[in-house]
């Protein structure tokens, strides 16, 4: 088990930041109604298809090579940002600019604001993230 979570770990987070990083990106451009759309429907099959990779792997379906890690963290990326972008994505429109507004500073936004509200969603990716990658490597054990 060590052994296969230090071959098989580093790959896969890389992909999950590579695939984070995606996801982030296409929620800066893309509308919110999209983003939606989009995350609903990757979010089972995404992981799912993570899960049976090394399966696919070992059957000679899939010639990925050893970018197969990197794919499984890129194929997780999307459940483990659900929670985080479901958060930003259902936040009222003008909540920091009538903060702002009103005087507070970037310190008082953060601890009144954005930390109340994203810290539980930051939380259950984190969790979710971990589960994810654990169980993708203990699949991908030979």
Known sequence: MALSLRLHLAPILSGLLLGCAVITLLMRLLPARYVRLLGLLVLLPGPALAFALPELHKAGVIFAGRYYDV???????????????ATLLGMPAGTTRAAIGLGAKF????????????????????????????????????
Do not use: E, H, K
């Open 71 to 85: 794919l499984q963290g890129g194929l997780i990326s999307p459940a483990v940002m659900l929670p985080f972008g």
């Open 107 to 142: 310190s008082t936004r953060v601890r009144l604001i954005w930390l109340p509200l994203l810290l539980p969603a930051a939380l259950l990716s984190c969790t979710m993230a971990v589960l994810l990658t654990v169980g993708c490597v203990i699949l991908d054990r030979p």
